[in-house]
């Protein structure tokens, strides 16, 4: 019998958590490795686990992610309904952005969390990941509030959690629009969007396992 998403889901995470491949293994306390439903029809993407994710081992804890879940509740969404990982699955000192390298060595377990689930949507929270999956230098003030044709499925860049609670009442409000177009690309409900500036937007690929994550 063929194994099961959750199952090879949980080899990976297995691989994850005894993975040295980069320095970020060296002053770790958990791997972060993702958590959610295996059959998500939404991953959501972050950069990388901060301080209190590190201690807990889960990502998206603390105010950002309470603000995630209102967010997702909003579109009729529980955590358990979605699947939430990071770009690097081990916290850079100082809350540093990742380093390209350390981005080459982990890639491979988002590009696997990302063919098992196969989801409807994906969604990039914040600069970092929206740029890198979107491979563009363009940024997510300018990027959200569309849905990209991605791989084959939408992907909806928006803001970081964060940057809601620091910032204005608008940025939520954005927030709240761009989560629209999630319950929209679940429900089948978005019309095709081109991507304005066609730089941002790989080609659609019918294979998964070939998705050109992070290449630039
Ligand atoms: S960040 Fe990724 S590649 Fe680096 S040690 Fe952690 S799991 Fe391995």
Known sequence: MS???????????????ACTAC????????????????????????EAPGRREDEQGV???????????RLLAEIGLERDDVYIANVVKCRPPGNRDPRPD????????????????????VVTLGNFSSKLLLKTDTGITRLRGTAYEWWGRHLVPTFH?????????RVLEDMRYDFSLIRDAIDGNLASQDDPEPETTPASGPDPEQLGLFGR
């Open 3 to 17: 194994e099961t998403v959750a199952e090879q889901l949980g080899a990976l995470r297995a691989a994850a958590l």
């Open 23 to 46: 320095r970020l293994s060296e002053g770790r306390t958990h791997v972060v490795f993702g958590d959610g439903s295996p059959d998500a029809d939404v991953v959501i993407v972050g």
């Open 59 to 69: 990502p998206f804890v603390g105010p950002s992610g309470k603000l995630l879940d």
């Open 102 to 121: 350390e981005i080459e060595a982990c890639k491979g377990y988002l590009r696997e969390q990302l063919r098992l689930i196969d989801p409807k949507v």
């Open 161 to 169: 959690p964060a940057a809601a609670l620091r910032g204005s009442a």
